[in-house]
């Protein structure tokens, strides 16, 4: 398996509170994603890096901002979180371009009341 | 249309049964095709690239039909163990993949 850990895995929190999920990797890929999964859409992008501080926007990136200060490392904050975002949280990566082969993280499951 | 189209099933099939899913796309331009399985409240991972060719891999055939649009997969003897979803995934010929909301398979004995 890739080695991707996700932290935390579970997480509650209240609305208008800001949230930070952490995506590690150990290949040294160079593209990072974010995706959110929720009932009826399949996995959506939030925002993606392909290399360190070069981050951009996926479909669903309203609400969310990213951060990568390391190779290893992909940050996705939630300013001020809302009950839309409730949802489960995957990170991924992939070697050379986003149109290769992704591997995911085990997600996070975020709850916002 | 959708960019990416899945019947969400579920399939209900017996052990040893023969199963196929259809997954239709809507860029012609699309170049990479890929079946993930995702186990229930677990991650999605790769089950295997789909060539123009066709390829196989054990018990599963996935076939790419680039003029009406779609892939598929087929697997043959199915097990308990196949029972997951099954995530149909495109790029856009853009920065990106899109995945398909799943198709789910139920083996029962």
């Known amino acids: 398996d890739a080695g991707i850990t996700q932290s935390p895995r579970h997480k509650v929190t209240e609305t208008g509170t800001p949230v930070t999920l952490r995506c590690h990797q150990t290949?040294?890929?160079?593209?990072m994603y974010w995706y959110r999964q929720d009932p009826g859409h399949g996995l959506r992008l939030i925002h993606y890096?392909?290399?360190?501080?070069?981050?951009d926007k996926g479909e669903v990136s309203d609400g969310y901002s990213v951060s990568r200060s390391k190779t290893e490392d992909f940050l996705l904050t939630l300013e001020s979180a809302t009950s839309s975002q409730t949802s489960v949280y995957f990170c991924?990566?992939?070697?050379?371009?986003?149109?290769?082969?992704?591997?995911f993280g085990p997600g996070t499951r975020l709850l916002v009341l | 249309r959708k960019e990416v189209e899945q019947d969400p099933g579920p399939f209900n099939v017996p052990e040893g049964a023969t199963v196929a899913f259809n997954c239709t796309y809507s860029?012609?331009?699309?170049?990479?095709f890929f079946w993930y399985r995702q186990d229930c409240r677990k991650e999605p991972k790769l089950l295997m690239s789909?060539?123009?060719s066709g390829n196989e891999d054990g018990r599963f055939t996935a076939q790419l039909n680039r003029a009406s649009q779609y892939i598929s997969l087929l697997i043959r003897d199915s097990k308990l163990s196949d029972s997951a979803t099954y995530l149909c995934?495109?790029?856009?010929?853009?920065?990106?993949?899109?995945f398909g909301t799943g198709t789910r398979l139920q083996v029962f004995p």
């Open positions: 991924a990566i992939s070697e050379g371009s986003p149109q290769e082969t992704q591997y």
């Open positions: 290949e040294n890929h160079r593209y």
């Open positions: 890096s392909y290399g360190v501080k070069d981050t």
């Open positions: 860029n012609s331009a699309s170049q990479s």
């Open positions: 789909v060539y123009s």
């Open positions: 995934v495109v790029d856009l010929n853009t920065d990106k993949l899109i």
